[in-house]
């Protein structure tokens, strides 16, 4: 059984920089897309950004020069590197993969990110 396991989630002052790590447990191969979700309270979940298998990324506007979605496809493992964080940014962050064997659209469970003075 495929589980996604997210780390990196906490705390940080408005400016300050997180990296999440998100990694795949178990047997998953042919993983053609990565992305990152947040969602915030009251707000519906949306996409952050997204890497596929050939390295080609995409990133929601209000992201956009600030976050940095990167991949690492020996370990099965995405990571987002945030940088110059807003108050606004403070929402759950979820992974996805997206993948052929087995076929399946996986999620990780959430971590918590809170930008706050």
């Known amino acids: 059984q495929v589980q996604l396991v997210e780390s990196g989630g906490g705390l940080v002052q408005p400016g300050g920089s997180l990296r999440l790590s998100c990694a795949a447990s178990g047997i998953i191969s042919r993983i053609y897309n990565m992305g990152w979700y947040r969602q915030a309270p009251g707000k519906q979940r949306e996409l952050v950004a997204a890497?596929?298998?050939?390295?080609?990324?995409s990133y929601a506007s209000s992201v956009k020069g600030r976050f940095t979605i990167s991949r690492d496809g020996a370990k099965n493992t995405v990571y987002l590197q945030m940088n110059s964080l807003k108050p606004e940014d403070t929402a759950v962050y979820y992974c996805?993969?997206?993948?052929?064997?087995?076929?399946?659209?996986?999620w990780g469970q959430g971590t918590q990110v809170t930008v706050s003075s």
């Open positions: 996805n993969f997206r993948a052929l064997s087995p076929l399946g659209d996986y």
């Open positions: 890497i596929t298998s050939s390295s080609s990324t």
